[in-house]
């Protein structure tokens, strides 16, 4: 198993639900600090997970000599700076979406990681639940044909009190709006399962909220192994679901529409066929359940760390999905279809933020 990981966690709110996570893996972690700018919420954090030492600035948990891990979760507009912080301190980083607010920030991190000999794992948890994976095990096994098409609906409910918080809905500060932060994790599963895409359409609106950045977005897309993608994303429903379907050759696959649950249990696998049908029971059988979300993110990057395996979601996961992120913008704004890849060349490498009101 190998020694447990010191790890110091950055930010206490979905900071907490790393906590938990960790604490889930008691031989693989150890959180030994945690660090905000808010030192009463990390004193309460650290008394309720019994976390022994509370900082308010991340300079002062860089020093800690007994820290393997620092664990990014401030704020998007802080991700980039802070992971290439801790990096420079000679610590490996976990941090959460969005790794940065351009592809530009995106390569300065990979370079800086290359540099350091240490390792950074950008999240994206909804990999790792057991219905996503299973659909993985039948395309491994072949199961699954060509792709045709895939369907993915972001459909969640923000009201005011979201945006209470100061760094929500800003370009500035949240870098985007559901396109960057919400839908990214249903969009990553496409990528996930099918590689990256080659051409996108996109049309964005501000519709729900008075917000600076998007609201609602309908997004075309061809993947580059040919196959067709629609990706639909609202703040506004008043029912809250998140929907994956994949229709490929010989079976289509439907997720469940629990919407911050929707890549684990329970999906749908349709068989063209009762003999494909019984090759996915059969399949389907041999499935080894791990831990899913966080702890199934961070129980496989203990073992790639010790292993010195890629790590379960890498710098090139998050700079594709940063790459669909500018496409769209670009998109949106051009009213035209944009081709992928991106390179430095691209009018939008630098970042697809507007200026903000404030
Ligand atoms: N993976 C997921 O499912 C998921 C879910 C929610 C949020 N997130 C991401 O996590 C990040 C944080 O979101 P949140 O909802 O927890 O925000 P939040 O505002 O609830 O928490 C952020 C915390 O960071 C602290 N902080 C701010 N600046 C800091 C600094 N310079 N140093 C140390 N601490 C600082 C704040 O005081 C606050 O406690 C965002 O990037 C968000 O997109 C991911």
Known sequence: MGEALKVGVVGCGIGRQHLDAYRSLPGLFEVVALCDVDEAKAREVAATYGVGRVLTDLGALCELDDLDVVDVCTPPYLHAAQTLQALGAGKHVICEKPLAGSLEDADRVAAAEKRSGRRVMPIFQYRFGHGIQKLRLLVERGIAGRAYLTTVETAWRRR???YAVPWRSRWATELGGPVVNLAVHGHDLVYYLLGPAKSVSAHLGTLVNPVETEDCAAVSVEMADGSLCTLAVTTGSAHEISRHRFCFAGLSAESNTEPYRSSHDPWTFTGD?????????????????RPEGFAGQFSRYHQALQSGAELPVTLADARAALELITAIYHSARTRAPVQLPLDVTHPLYGGWQLPGRS
């Open 160 to 162: 005011p009190a979201y």
């Open 273 to 289: 066929t009762p003999a494909i049908d019984d090759r996915i029971r059969e399949a389907l059988a041999a499935f080894e359940p």
